[in-house]
Protein backbone atom coordinates (compact mmCIF):
# COMPACT_ATOMS: atom_id res chain seq x y z
CA UNK A 1 0.00 0.00 0.00
CA UNK A 2 1.49 3.27 -1.13
CA UNK A 3 1.94 6.31 1.06
CA UNK A 4 -1.73 8.07 -1.00
CA UNK A 5 -3.78 4.71 -0.14
CA UNK A 6 -2.45 5.23 3.47
CA UNK A 7 -3.76 8.37 4.01
CA UNK A 8 -6.94 7.99 2.39
CA UNK A 9 -7.29 4.89 4.70
CA UNK A 10 -6.77 6.91 7.33
CA UNK A 11 -8.96 9.36 6.50
CA UNK A 12 -11.60 7.22 5.69
CA UNK A 13 -11.42 5.31 9.09
CA UNK A 14 -11.74 9.00 10.71
CA UNK A 15 -14.76 9.40 9.14
CA UNK A 16 -16.16 6.53 9.84
CA UNK A 17 -15.71 7.32 13.63
CA UNK A 18 -17.27 11.17 13.01
CA UNK A 19 -20.21 8.93 11.40
CA UNK A 20 -20.98 7.21 14.71
CA UNK A 21 -20.32 9.69 17.44
CA UNK A 22 -23.02 12.11 15.19
CA UNK A 23 -25.24 8.97 15.33
CA UNK A 24 -24.74 8.42 18.96
CA UNK A 25 -23.20 11.37 20.59
CA UNK A 26 -20.88 10.84 23.54
CA UNK A 27 -22.31 12.35 26.61
CA UNK A 28 -20.09 15.86 26.67
CA UNK A 29 -19.07 16.07 30.14
CA UNK A 30 -16.16 17.89 32.23
CA UNK A 31 -13.05 16.15 33.09
CA UNK A 32 -11.92 17.63 36.36
CA UNK A 33 -8.30 16.04 36.53
CA UNK A 34 -7.53 17.54 33.09
CA UNK A 35 -8.70 21.18 33.75
CA UNK A 36 -6.45 23.64 33.23
CA UNK A 37 -6.28 24.91 37.21
CA UNK A 38 -5.01 21.10 37.78
CA UNK A 39 -2.51 20.95 35.39
CA UNK A 40 -0.91 24.56 35.79
CA UNK A 41 -0.49 23.12 39.78
CA UNK A 42 1.25 19.94 38.53
CA UNK A 43 3.80 21.62 36.36
CA UNK A 44 4.47 24.11 39.50
CA UNK A 45 4.84 21.34 41.81
CA UNK A 46 7.37 19.79 39.85
CA UNK A 47 9.31 23.17 39.22
CA UNK A 48 8.10 24.70 36.05
CA UNK A 49 6.14 27.81 34.91
CA UNK A 50 2.45 27.44 33.73
CA UNK A 51 0.58 30.11 32.40
CA UNK A 52 -2.21 32.17 34.25
CA UNK A 53 -5.94 31.39 33.45
CA UNK A 54 -6.85 34.41 33.29
CA UNK A 55 -5.61 35.08 29.50
CA UNK A 56 -4.45 31.78 28.81
CA UNK A 57 -4.98 30.10 25.37
CA UNK A 58 -6.45 26.47 25.79
CA UNK A 59 -6.62 24.14 23.11
CA UNK A 60 -8.93 20.76 23.15
CA UNK A 61 -8.51 17.72 20.51
CA UNK A 62 -11.81 16.04 20.57
CA UNK A 63 -13.82 18.27 22.63
CA UNK A 64 -17.42 16.49 21.68
CA UNK A 65 -19.92 19.58 22.46
CA UNK A 66 -17.44 21.54 24.66
CA UNK A 67 -18.75 20.42 28.37
CA UNK A 68 -14.82 19.90 29.27
CA UNK A 69 -13.96 23.64 28.23
CA UNK A 70 -17.66 25.92 28.00
CA UNK A 71 -17.22 25.98 31.92
CA UNK A 72 -13.60 27.42 31.99
CA UNK A 73 -14.93 30.38 29.25
CA UNK A 74 -17.74 31.36 31.44
CA UNK A 75 -15.02 31.55 34.61
CA UNK A 76 -12.21 32.65 32.30
CA UNK A 77 -13.62 35.76 30.02
CA UNK A 78 -10.37 37.20 29.06
CA UNK A 79 -8.81 33.48 27.97
CA UNK A 80 -9.00 31.67 24.73
CA UNK A 81 -10.19 28.50 24.23
CA UNK A 82 -10.93 26.38 20.87
CA UNK A 83 -12.28 23.17 20.63
CA UNK A 84 -11.70 20.66 17.71
CA UNK A 85 -13.87 17.88 16.93
CA UNK A 86 -15.05 15.50 13.20
CA UNK A 87 -18.52 14.49 15.20
CA UNK A 88 -21.02 17.17 13.27
CA UNK A 89 -23.75 16.92 15.68
CA UNK A 90 -22.08 17.52 18.72
CA UNK A 91 -20.30 20.71 17.20
CA UNK A 92 -23.16 21.77 15.88
CA UNK A 93 -24.63 21.25 19.92
CA UNK A 94 -21.81 23.05 21.48
CA UNK A 95 -21.87 26.04 19.18
CA UNK A 96 -26.02 26.31 20.28
CA UNK A 97 -24.42 26.23 23.73
CA UNK A 98 -22.04 29.17 23.39
CA UNK A 99 -24.05 31.18 21.31
CA UNK A 100 -26.78 30.64 24.10
CA UNK A 101 -24.30 31.36 26.15
CA UNK A 102 -22.91 34.61 25.20
CA UNK A 103 -19.82 33.82 24.95
CA UNK A 104 -17.09 35.17 22.96
CA UNK A 105 -13.87 33.90 23.90
CA UNK A 106 -14.41 30.16 22.34
CA UNK A 107 -14.59 28.24 19.31
CA UNK A 108 -15.77 25.11 18.68
CA UNK A 109 -14.31 23.75 14.70
CA UNK A 110 -15.21 20.81 12.93
CA UNK A 111 -12.38 19.08 11.09
CA UNK A 112 -10.05 16.52 11.57
CA UNK A 113 -6.66 16.80 13.70
CA UNK A 114 -4.60 15.94 10.93
CA UNK A 115 -6.05 19.30 9.52
CA UNK A 116 -4.83 21.34 12.06
CA UNK A 117 -1.80 24.12 10.97
CA UNK A 118 -0.45 27.27 12.33
CA UNK A 119 -3.49 29.29 11.92
CA UNK A 120 -4.88 28.19 15.40
CA UNK A 121 -1.64 29.91 16.42
CA UNK A 122 0.29 28.52 20.16
CA UNK A 123 -1.92 27.30 23.33
CA UNK A 124 -0.72 27.27 27.29
CA UNK A 125 -3.41 23.90 27.60
CA UNK A 126 -3.96 21.39 25.09
CA UNK A 127 -6.24 18.64 26.25
CA UNK A 128 -6.28 15.24 24.18
CA UNK A 129 -9.17 13.30 26.35
CA UNK A 130 -10.66 9.84 25.01
CA UNK A 131 -9.12 10.23 21.71
CA UNK A 132 -5.49 9.33 22.04
CA UNK A 133 -6.48 5.02 22.31
CA UNK A 134 -9.61 5.54 19.14
CA UNK A 135 -7.68 6.49 16.70
CA UNK A 136 -5.24 4.68 13.88
CA UNK A 137 -1.33 5.15 14.95
CA UNK A 138 -0.86 7.66 11.81
CA UNK A 139 -3.30 10.40 13.53
CA UNK A 140 -1.80 9.21 17.09
CA UNK A 141 1.52 10.34 15.93
CA UNK A 142 -0.29 13.07 14.04
CA UNK A 143 -1.83 13.88 17.90
CA UNK A 144 1.95 14.07 19.28
CA UNK A 145 2.62 16.29 16.38
CA UNK A 146 -0.12 19.12 17.06
CA UNK A 147 0.76 19.15 20.81
CA UNK A 148 4.68 19.64 19.97
CA UNK A 149 3.81 22.00 17.20
CA UNK A 150 0.94 23.82 19.35
CA UNK A 151 2.72 24.05 22.75
CA UNK A 152 3.55 27.67 23.80
CA UNK A 153 7.22 28.05 25.61
CA UNK A 154 5.15 27.30 28.78
CA UNK A 155 2.62 24.93 27.62
CA UNK A 156 1.41 21.98 29.20
CA UNK A 157 -0.35 18.77 27.48
CA UNK A 158 -2.67 16.10 29.20
CA UNK A 159 -3.30 13.54 26.78
CA UNK A 160 -5.82 10.26 28.07
CA UNK A 161 -5.24 6.34 26.71
CA UNK A 162 -5.98 2.85 27.78
CA UNK A 163 -3.06 1.67 28.93
CA UNK A 164 -1.83 -2.28 29.01
CA UNK A 165 -0.93 -4.61 29.85
CA UNK A 166 -4.36 -4.04 32.30
CA UNK A 167 -6.86 -3.51 29.75
CA UNK A 168 -6.43 -6.79 28.56
CA UNK A 169 -8.49 -8.03 30.83
CA UNK A 170 -11.26 -6.24 29.12
CA UNK A 171 -10.40 -6.99 25.94
CA UNK A 172 -12.29 -10.72 25.82
CA UNK A 173 -15.59 -8.51 26.32
CA UNK A 174 -14.49 -6.13 23.05
CA UNK A 175 -13.08 -9.31 21.15
CA UNK A 176 -16.97 -11.24 21.64
CA UNK A 177 -19.13 -8.21 20.81
CA UNK A 178 -17.04 -7.48 17.58
CA UNK A 179 -17.29 -11.72 16.78
CA UNK A 180 -21.13 -11.57 17.21
CA UNK A 181 -22.49 -7.84 16.34
CA UNK A 182 -22.45 -6.92 12.82
CA UNK A 183 -20.96 -3.09 12.59
CA UNK A 184 -23.68 -2.28 9.52
CA UNK A 185 -26.59 -1.69 12.24
CA UNK A 186 -27.07 1.55 14.14
CA UNK A 187 -24.87 2.11 17.17
CA UNK A 188 -28.10 1.88 19.84
CA UNK A 189 -29.27 -1.60 17.89
CA UNK A 190 -25.14 -2.50 18.45
CA UNK A 191 -25.55 -1.84 22.39
CA UNK A 192 -28.48 -3.58 22.71
CA UNK A 193 -27.30 -6.59 21.07
CA UNK A 194 -23.74 -6.29 23.34
CA UNK A 195 -26.13 -6.26 27.00
CA UNK A 196 -28.35 -9.24 25.33
CA UNK A 197 -25.14 -11.01 24.24
CA UNK A 198 -23.49 -10.27 27.42
CA UNK A 199 -26.35 -11.39 29.72
CA UNK A 200 -26.64 -15.06 27.66
CA UNK A 201 -22.63 -15.02 28.02
CA UNK A 202 -22.90 -14.54 32.20
CA UNK A 203 -25.92 -17.40 32.75
CA UNK A 204 -24.79 -19.87 30.44
CA UNK A 205 -20.83 -19.61 30.61
CA UNK A 206 -19.76 -23.14 32.23
CA UNK A 207 -16.38 -21.77 32.95
CA UNK A 208 -15.72 -21.21 36.73
CA UNK A 209 -12.60 -19.71 36.82
CA UNK A 210 -11.04 -16.50 35.99
CA UNK A 211 -13.01 -16.05 32.27
CA UNK A 212 -16.74 -16.47 34.04
CA UNK A 213 -15.48 -14.08 36.60
CA UNK A 214 -14.77 -11.66 34.06
CA UNK A 215 -18.24 -12.02 32.09
CA UNK A 216 -20.08 -11.73 35.31
CA UNK A 217 -18.61 -8.90 36.63
CA UNK A 218 -19.03 -7.31 32.94
CA UNK A 219 -22.37 -8.22 33.14
CA UNK A 220 -23.38 -6.36 35.97
CA UNK A 221 -20.65 -3.35 35.69
CA UNK A 222 -22.14 -3.01 32.33
CA UNK A 223 -25.68 -2.81 33.80
CA UNK A 224 -25.18 0.64 35.23
CA UNK A 225 -23.12 2.31 32.33
CA UNK A 226 -24.53 4.07 30.00
CA UNK A 227 -24.67 3.06 25.77
CA UNK A 228 -22.78 6.15 24.81
CA UNK A 229 -19.51 4.59 26.51
CA UNK A 230 -20.40 0.73 25.71
CA UNK A 231 -20.51 2.30 22.25
CA UNK A 232 -17.21 3.99 22.41
CA UNK A 233 -15.00 1.98 24.43
CA UNK A 234 -16.29 -2.08 23.40
CA UNK A 235 -17.34 -1.12 19.75
CA UNK A 236 -15.84 0.90 18.05
CA UNK A 237 -13.48 0.38 14.83
CA UNK A 238 -10.43 1.12 16.33
CA UNK A 239 -9.48 0.66 20.20
CA UNK A 240 -5.77 0.48 20.60
CA UNK A 241 -3.96 0.50 23.81
CA UNK A 242 -0.66 1.18 24.35
CA UNK A 243 1.78 0.82 27.49
CA UNK A 244 2.99 3.67 29.36
CA UNK A 245 6.74 2.63 27.47
CA UNK A 246 5.54 2.66 23.90
CA UNK A 247 3.39 6.11 24.75
CA UNK A 248 5.99 7.75 26.09
CA UNK A 249 8.56 6.39 23.18
CA UNK A 250 6.24 8.43 20.74
CA UNK A 251 6.03 11.20 22.68
CA UNK A 252 9.70 11.59 23.17
CA UNK A 253 9.78 10.99 18.93
CA UNK A 254 8.32 13.96 18.53
CA UNK A 255 10.14 16.14 20.83
CA UNK A 256 7.78 15.89 24.26
CA UNK A 257 8.67 14.85 27.67
CA UNK A 258 6.83 13.17 29.95
CA UNK A 259 5.87 15.44 33.17
CA UNK A 260 3.53 13.11 35.55
CA UNK A 261 0.29 11.70 36.07
CA UNK A 262 -3.02 13.70 36.28
CA UNK A 263 -3.09 11.30 39.20
CA UNK A 264 -0.16 12.21 41.29
CA UNK A 265 0.14 10.00 44.73
CA UNK A 266 -0.33 7.22 41.91
CA UNK A 267 3.07 8.09 41.13
CA UNK A 268 4.64 8.34 44.76
CA UNK A 269 6.19 5.20 45.27
CA UNK A 270 5.94 4.85 49.14
CA UNK A 271 2.47 5.05 48.75
CA UNK A 272 2.53 1.20 47.69
CA UNK A 273 4.33 0.28 50.91
CA UNK A 274 8.24 0.54 52.11
CA UNK A 275 8.67 -3.40 50.16
CA UNK A 276 6.53 -2.50 46.76
CA UNK A 277 8.74 1.21 46.86
CA UNK A 278 12.55 -0.57 46.94
CA UNK A 279 12.36 -2.98 44.82
CA UNK A 280 10.51 -1.06 41.84
CA UNK A 281 13.30 1.80 42.57
CA UNK A 282 15.76 -1.22 42.28
CA UNK A 283 14.16 -2.70 39.04
CA UNK A 284 13.32 0.86 37.56
CA UNK A 285 16.80 2.55 38.80
CA UNK A 286 16.21 6.63 37.80
CA UNK A 287 13.62 6.22 35.31
CA UNK A 288 10.33 7.62 35.53
CA UNK A 289 8.87 5.95 32.49
CA UNK A 290 10.37 2.28 33.82
CA UNK A 291 8.70 3.22 37.06
CA UNK A 292 5.65 3.72 35.99
CA UNK A 293 5.70 0.93 33.85
CA UNK A 294 6.55 -1.50 36.55
CA UNK A 295 3.43 0.00 38.69
CA UNK A 296 1.32 -0.70 35.74
CA UNK A 297 2.41 -3.97 35.77
CA UNK A 298 1.57 -4.24 39.98
CA UNK A 299 -1.20 -2.20 39.57
CA UNK A 300 -3.54 -3.57 36.46
CA UNK A 301 -4.13 -0.01 35.81
CA UNK A 302 -6.31 -0.05 32.38
CA UNK A 303 -6.24 3.87 31.61
CA UNK A 304 -3.52 6.90 32.13
CA UNK A 305 -4.02 10.59 31.84
CA UNK A 306 -0.27 11.65 31.39
CA UNK A 307 0.94 15.18 31.08
CA UNK A 308 3.34 15.88 28.52
CA UNK A 309 5.83 19.20 27.93
CA UNK A 310 8.11 20.21 25.35
CA UNK A 311 11.28 18.23 25.69
CA UNK A 312 13.44 21.21 26.18
CA UNK A 313 11.84 21.86 29.49
CA UNK A 314 12.32 18.72 31.03
CA UNK A 315 16.07 19.62 32.22
CA UNK A 316 13.84 21.99 34.56
CA UNK A 317 11.93 19.34 35.85
CA UNK A 318 12.73 18.94 39.60
CA UNK A 319 11.42 15.76 41.19
CA UNK A 320 12.75 16.13 44.84
CA UNK A 321 9.13 16.95 45.81
CA UNK A 322 9.05 18.77 49.10
CA UNK A 323 7.09 20.54 51.48
CA UNK A 324 7.61 24.20 50.17
CA UNK A 325 6.51 22.28 46.03
CA UNK A 326 3.00 23.08 47.63
CA UNK A 327 3.24 26.03 49.23
CA UNK A 328 2.29 28.40 46.57
CA UNK A 329 -0.79 26.00 45.52
CA UNK A 330 -4.52 26.12 46.20
CA UNK A 331 -5.59 22.91 48.10
CA UNK A 332 -8.96 21.10 47.93
CA UNK A 333 -10.36 18.89 50.30
CA UNK A 334 -12.87 16.40 49.10
CA UNK A 335 -16.43 16.01 50.59
CA UNK A 336 -16.91 14.00 53.33
CA UNK A 337 -13.10 15.21 55.05
CA UNK A 338 -13.81 15.42 58.65
CA UNK A 339 -11.36 16.01 61.77
CA UNK A 340 -11.51 13.99 64.67
CA UNK A 341 -9.96 13.80 68.37
CA UNK A 342 -8.40 10.36 69.18
CA UNK A 343 -6.96 10.70 72.74
CA UNK A 344 -4.27 13.46 72.38
CA UNK A 345 -3.50 13.13 68.86
CA UNK A 346 -6.48 15.04 65.61
CA UNK A 347 -6.97 12.72 63.18
CA UNK A 348 -8.14 14.21 59.13
CA UNK A 349 -10.10 11.37 57.76
CA UNK A 350 -11.40 11.87 54.33
CA UNK A 351 -14.22 9.58 52.24
CA UNK A 352 -11.88 6.66 51.53
CA UNK A 353 -10.77 6.58 54.57
CA UNK A 354 -7.17 8.22 54.15
CA UNK A 355 -5.72 9.44 57.60
CA UNK A 356 -3.35 12.13 58.44
CA UNK A 357 -2.43 12.08 62.71
CA UNK A 358 -1.18 15.30 63.95
CA UNK A 359 -0.03 15.98 67.75
CA UNK A 360 -0.27 19.70 67.21
CA UNK A 361 -3.58 21.60 67.99
CA UNK A 362 -2.07 24.22 66.30
CA UNK A 363 -2.11 21.90 62.81
CA UNK A 364 -5.41 20.57 63.87
CA UNK A 365 -7.31 24.34 64.13
CA UNK A 366 -5.13 24.73 60.39
CA UNK A 367 -6.12 21.20 59.13
CA UNK A 368 -10.15 22.30 60.55
CA UNK A 369 -10.33 25.59 58.67
CA UNK A 370 -9.19 23.58 55.19
CA UNK A 371 -11.95 21.32 56.31
CA UNK A 372 -14.69 24.06 57.02
CA UNK A 373 -14.00 25.79 53.80
CA UNK A 374 -15.43 22.93 51.41
CA UNK A 375 -16.15 23.67 48.91
CA UNK A 376 -13.59 26.60 48.48
CA UNK A 377 -10.10 26.29 47.85
CA UNK A 378 -7.75 27.00 50.50
CA UNK A 379 -3.88 28.91 50.50
CA UNK A 380 -1.65 27.72 53.37
CA UNK A 381 -2.72 31.16 54.56
CA UNK A 382 -5.99 30.74 54.93
CA UNK A 383 -5.25 27.86 57.00
CA UNK A 384 -3.13 29.83 59.29
CA UNK A 385 -3.43 32.28 62.06
CA UNK A 386 -0.57 33.59 64.31
CA UNK A 387 -0.93 30.75 66.28
CA UNK A 388 0.16 28.74 63.65
CA UNK A 389 2.94 26.45 62.85
CA UNK A 390 3.32 27.25 59.34
CA UNK A 391 6.00 24.42 58.53
CA UNK A 392 4.29 21.81 60.33
CA UNK A 393 0.91 23.21 58.68
CA UNK A 394 2.63 22.86 55.37
CA UNK A 395 4.20 19.33 56.46
CA UNK A 396 0.90 18.27 56.93
CA UNK A 397 -0.93 19.63 53.45
CA UNK A 398 1.96 18.55 51.64
CA UNK A 399 1.61 14.86 53.19
CA UNK A 400 -1.71 15.02 52.14
CA UNK A 401 -1.61 15.96 49.05
CA UNK A 402 1.07 13.06 48.16
CA UNK A 403 -1.74 10.40 49.44
CA UNK A 404 -4.20 12.20 47.59
CA UNK A 405 -6.11 13.30 50.65
CA UNK A 406 -6.14 16.98 49.06
CA UNK A 407 -6.35 17.99 45.26
CA UNK A 408 -4.12 20.70 44.04
CA UNK A 409 -4.88 23.73 41.60
CA UNK A 410 -3.21 26.77 40.36
CA UNK A 411 -6.38 29.14 40.84
CA UNK A 412 -9.11 29.86 44.01
CA UNK A 413 -12.29 27.54 43.67
CA UNK A 414 -14.15 30.70 45.18
CA UNK A 415 -17.01 28.75 46.29
CA UNK A 416 -19.53 29.69 49.36
CA UNK A 417 -19.51 26.85 52.53
CA UNK A 418 -22.91 28.98 53.60
CA UNK A 419 -25.33 29.89 50.88
CA UNK A 420 -26.09 33.55 52.69
CA UNK A 421 -28.93 35.59 52.97
CA UNK A 422 -28.74 36.27 49.24
CA UNK A 423 -27.18 32.99 47.78
CA UNK A 424 -25.54 33.35 44.01
CA UNK A 425 -25.90 30.38 42.39
CA UNK A 426 -22.71 30.72 39.49
CA UNK A 427 -23.43 32.04 35.87
CA UNK A 428 -23.24 28.48 34.50
CA UNK A 429 -25.38 26.77 36.35
CA UNK A 430 -28.48 29.08 36.29
CA UNK A 431 -27.90 29.52 32.86
CA UNK A 432 -28.11 25.18 32.36
CA UNK A 433 -30.91 25.47 34.87
CA UNK A 434 -32.85 28.43 33.09
CA UNK A 435 -32.31 25.99 29.62
CA UNK A 436 -33.79 22.73 31.55
CA UNK A 437 -30.08 20.81 31.73
CA UNK A 438 -30.50 17.94 33.37
CA UNK A 439 -26.78 18.76 34.37
CA UNK A 440 -24.26 21.31 34.65
CA UNK A 441 -20.82 21.73 35.79
CA UNK A 442 -19.77 23.23 39.11
CA UNK A 443 -17.00 25.48 40.78
CA UNK A 444 -14.87 22.49 40.78
CA UNK A 445 -14.97 21.34 37.18
CA UNK A 446 -16.81 18.39 38.39
CA UNK A 447 -20.75 17.11 36.62
CA UNK A 448 -23.47 18.09 38.79
CA UNK A 449 -27.19 16.55 37.96
CA UNK A 450 -29.99 18.81 38.36
CA UNK A 451 -33.22 17.66 39.59
CA UNK A 452 -36.54 19.31 39.02
CA UNK A 453 -36.55 21.38 42.39
CA UNK A 454 -33.06 22.61 41.58
CA UNK A 455 -33.79 23.84 38.24
CA UNK A 456 -36.60 25.95 38.87
CA UNK A 457 -34.75 27.31 41.79
CA UNK A 458 -31.40 28.12 40.32
CA UNK A 459 -32.39 30.73 37.63
CA UNK A 460 -34.17 32.66 40.68
CA UNK A 461 -30.56 32.64 42.38
CA UNK A 462 -28.74 35.69 40.66
CA UNK A 463 -28.40 38.02 44.23
CA UNK A 464 -31.78 39.74 43.96
CA UNK A 465 -33.53 37.28 46.24
CA UNK A 466 -33.37 36.53 49.93
CA UNK A 467 -34.66 33.20 51.24
CA UNK A 468 -38.01 34.48 51.34
CA UNK A 469 -38.29 35.63 47.87
CA UNK A 470 -36.39 32.00 46.82
CA UNK A 471 -39.00 30.02 48.58
CA UNK A 472 -42.16 32.05 47.01
CA UNK A 473 -40.48 31.51 43.08
CA UNK A 474 -39.82 27.56 44.29
CA UNK A 475 -43.80 27.73 45.24
CA UNK A 476 -44.37 29.74 42.34
CA UNK A 477 -42.75 26.86 39.99
CA UNK A 478 -45.23 24.38 42.01
CA UNK A 479 -48.47 26.04 41.11
CA UNK A 480 -47.54 26.13 37.81
CA UNK A 481 -47.22 22.91 37.44
CA UNK A 482 -43.22 22.17 36.61
CA UNK A 483 -42.60 20.42 40.14
CA UNK A 484 -44.32 19.04 42.87
CA UNK A 485 -44.22 18.16 47.09
CA UNK A 486 -44.90 15.48 48.87
CA UNK A 487 -45.28 15.50 53.02
CA UNK A 488 -46.01 11.79 54.12
CA UNK A 489 -46.04 10.01 50.99
CA UNK A 490 -49.26 12.76 49.98
CA UNK A 491 -49.18 15.15 47.15
CA UNK A 492 -49.14 18.98 48.85
CA UNK A 493 -51.89 20.47 46.65
CA UNK A 494 -53.44 24.13 47.76
CA UNK A 495 -51.35 27.17 47.33
CA UNK A 496 -51.39 28.40 50.85
CA UNK A 497 -49.92 24.11 51.79
CA UNK A 498 -47.55 24.73 48.86
CA UNK A 499 -46.05 27.83 50.47
CA UNK A 500 -45.66 26.25 53.28
CA UNK A 501 -44.02 23.07 52.13
CA UNK A 502 -41.95 25.15 50.11
CA UNK A 503 -40.55 27.29 52.74
CA UNK A 504 -39.70 24.15 54.66
CA UNK A 505 -37.48 22.45 51.67
CA UNK A 506 -36.01 25.56 50.71
CA UNK A 507 -32.79 25.21 53.53
CA UNK A 508 -32.07 21.56 52.38
CA UNK A 509 -32.17 22.79 48.86
CA UNK A 510 -29.95 25.55 49.26
CA UNK A 511 -27.75 23.36 51.77
CA UNK A 512 -27.09 20.86 48.75
CA UNK A 513 -26.26 23.51 46.26
CA UNK A 514 -23.61 24.53 48.22
CA UNK A 515 -22.38 21.61 48.94
CA UNK A 516 -22.02 20.68 45.32
CA UNK A 517 -19.90 24.12 45.20
CA UNK A 518 -22.84 25.95 42.80
CA UNK A 519 -22.53 28.84 44.83
CA UNK A 520 -20.06 31.61 44.76
CA UNK A 521 -18.24 32.81 47.27
Not at 60 to 66: F, M, T
Not at 220 to 249: G, K, W
Not at 312 to 340: D, I, K, W, Y
Request: aromatic share 6%; glycine share 8%; net charge negative.
Amino acid sequence: MNSNDVVQEIEASIARTALKYDLLPYQSKPFPQSQPSRLGAIARLFGLDAAPLENARVLELGCASGGNIIPYAMLYPDAVFVGVDLARTQVAAGRARIAALGLTNIEIRCQSFTEIGEELGNFDYIICHGVYSWVPAAVQDAIFRIIRARLSPVGIACVSYNVLPGWRMMQPLRDAFLLEIPDGVDSLARVAKARELLGFLKDATPDKGPYGDMLRNWADRLASLPDDYIAHEFLEETNQPSTVRDFNAGAMRNGLGFLAECDVPAMILDNYGREVAEQVRARAGNDLVESEQYLDLLSGRTFRQTLLVGGERMASVNRALTPESVAPLHFLAPAGTRLERDGEAYVVIDAAGRRLTTSSATVADGLARLVARYPASSTLDDCSDGETDRELLLDALYRMVLVGMVAVASEPVCAAHDPGERPVANALARADAAAGSASTTNLRHEWVALDPAILALLPAMDGSRDHAALAAALADAALAGRIGFTRAGESVTGAAAIREVAKEHLPALLAGLTNACLING
